[in-house]
T-cell receptor
Framework: KAGVTQTPRYLIKTRGQQVTLSCSPI?????VSWYQQTPGQGLQFLFE???????NKGNFPGRFSGRQFSNSRSEMNVSTLELGDSALYLC???FGRGGTDTQYFGPGTRLTVL | DQQVKQNSPSLSVQEGRISILNCDYT??????FLWYKKYPAEGPTFLIS?????DKNEDGRFTVFLNKSAKHLSLHIVPSQPGDSAVYFC????????????FGTGTKLQVIP
């Protein structure tokens, strides 16, 4: 069974640009969550999508947005990039049955903003 | 507001000894707790979980203890092996809610051969 895949794995952008990250969940999983990992901050929850609908949202500015397609693949978009957006962005998939569902993470996309 | 806290950024343990990783939480609505392990250049992988109706859960060398009154949980690894060297994240959620998991900042465990 293929795991969660994320593309691209590495990305370098400059301030003010926008970026789109992609996540393909495990087959059969309908929930995709996105997290930002920075040193000293752990994993910060961005948002969760289930059946193409955003079910949960973390405390991030509106520059961070996402969407989910009918095949459960998800994209995350960050507009007007800032230096502080440099981080590892992780997506995780699950069946989406609730708070006890095990999440399976992808390897992440390392975003560097110059 | 860090609702899940791991106050030790790093921990070094000799191979064969016990590793104890600690985690505190502040939100009394959390009733499901998890530990994830993360190697460099990989995503976190699920390790073990515990529901608030229990105070202990074991899986092989890994045991998680939950003290609800103290809002504290710990992960014990016995015996520790060099392959256990990784960053460990404590996480918490509400079992009845949607998938919103709150993670701690992580503890980097180094097991010395």
């Amino acid at each position: 069974k293929a795991g969660v895949t994320q593309t691209p794995r590495y990305l370098i952008k400059t301030r003010g640009q926008q970026v789109t990250l992609s996540c393909s969940p495990i087959s059969g999983h309908r929930s995709v969550s996105w997290y930002q990992q920075t040193p000293g901050q752990g994993l910060q929850f961005l948002f969760e999508y289930f059946s193409e609908t955003q079910r949960n949202k973390g405390n991030f500015p509106g520059r961070f947005s996402g969407r989910q397609f009918s095949n459960s693949r998800s994209e995350m978009n960050v507009s007007t990039l800032e230096l502080g957006d440099s981080a590892l962005y992780l997506c995780a998939s699950s069946f989406g049955r609730g708070g006890t569902d095990t999440q399976y993470f992808g390897p992440g996309t390392r975003l560097t903003v110059l | 507001d860090q609702q899940v806290k791991q106050n030790s950024p790093s921990l070094s343990v000799q191979e064969g000894r016990i590793s104890i990783l600690n985690c505190d939480y502040t939100n009394s609505m959390f009733d499901y707790f998890l530990w994830y392990k993360k190697y460099p250049a990989e995503g976190p992988t699920f390790l073990i979980s515990i529901s608030s109706i229990k105070d202990k859960n074991e899986d092989g060398r890994f045991t998680v203890f939950l003290n609800k009154s103290a809002k504290h949980l710990s992960l014990h690894i016995v015996p520790s092996q060099p392959g256990d060297s990784a960053v460990y994240f404590c996480a918490a959620s509400k079992s009845g809610g949607y998938q919103k998991v709150t993670f701690g900042t992580g503890t980097k465990l180094q097991v010395i051969p």
